[in-house]
């Protein structure tokens, strides 16, 4: 049996009450556009299923905005994806015209006209999914591992228990003593004097504090990147990390890059870093 024949015979037992598959942005809020978990485990076989369902959805744009209204809105960042799924004989077309920066351009204000795509969309998605808050120890030992492995899941995570700490009563458990780094920052929102050096360990204690300083607001400058993906990674290449991870949108990325007085120099530096539209 091929993968799509497997991914077919199994469709039926993910459909939701109204024979509706989710789309990918709504089943997994937390998995970026372009995270490499779209292609293997969990991710990938859910894009397996929902091609199969695509394939089963009546073509007309009718429908199929019908079915999309019935979910989350994407992400800015799915605009091509929600195209292609309103207009399905579009998909594969080499030669349309229709491709350029402008085209696409055009499409995304029509979908958010539309609002099948919207700004910062995701953390509410993921958020009306949680049931009780969980504590990151829970999916990795150490913060420098959550921080690296599970960048957008630990973001959310923050923005969620910042808005907890807003209430009165906050008391966060006891972490464990391979988390010991990260208990004032979980407790307070403050997370103290940061090492630029750790930038791993760095921006563990700063997401526990439920806010990323970028590292302009550090007296870094972009010299100090590394371009390393390596665990002794400094605070800047842990910022560019972070920000592939938290930013689905230009308009999202703008708002936080004038929240922190980026300097001109720095802005370069988030232009060809975290490329979004």
Do not use: N
């Not at 591992?145 to 008391?171: I, N």
């Not at 806010?211 to 007296?219: D, I, Q, R, S």
């Not at 390596?230 to 938290?246: H, I, K, N, P, T």
């Amino acid at each position: 049996m091929s993968w799509q024949e497997s991914c077919r015979s199994r469709l039926r037992e993910h459909l939701d009450p109204r024979g509706d598959l989710a789309p990918p942005w709504e089943r997994f809020p937390d998995y970026e556009r372009y995270t490499i978990g779209w292609r293997m485990g969990a991710g990938e076989d859910w894009m397996g299923l929902w091609s199969v369902f695509l394939e089963q959805l009546a073509p007309d744009p009718e429908t199929r905005v019908a079915y999309l209204r019935r979910h989350a809105p994407a992400p800015i960042s799915w605009a091509d994806v929600v195209h292609g799924v309103l207009y399905p004989a579009e998909e594969g077309d080499d030669d349309s015209d229709e491709d350029g920066p402008a085209a696409a351009a055009q499409r995304r204000s029509a979908l958010l006209e539309q609002g099948l795509i919207a700004s910062d969309v995701a953390f509410g998605t993921w958020l009306g999914q949680q049931r009780e808050l969980r504590w990151p120890w829970e999916w990795h030992p150490r913060p420098e591992d959550a921080a690296r492995y599970s960048t957008r899941e630990l973001w959310f995570w923050s923005r969620q228990v910042a808005e907890l700490r807003k209430g009165s009563g906050w008391t966060p458990p006891g972490v464990p003593e391979t988390w010991r780094a990260c208990a004032q920052a979980l407790e307070t929102g403050d997370a103290g004097t940061i090492d630029p050096r750790r930038g791993l360990l760095s921006l563990a204690r700063l997401l526990c504090a439920g806010h990323v300083k970028a590292p302009w607001e550090l007296g870094l400058e972009p010299a100090d990147f590394a371009d390393s993906f390596e665990d002794d990674m400094g605070y800047v290449d842990a910022f560019r990390l972070w920000g592939m991870s938290a930013f689905d949108d230009a308009l999202q990325l703008r708002r936080y890059l004038e929240a922190t007085r980026a300097p001109p120099g720095w802005e370069a530096w988030v232009a060809e870093q975290l490329p979004v539209d």
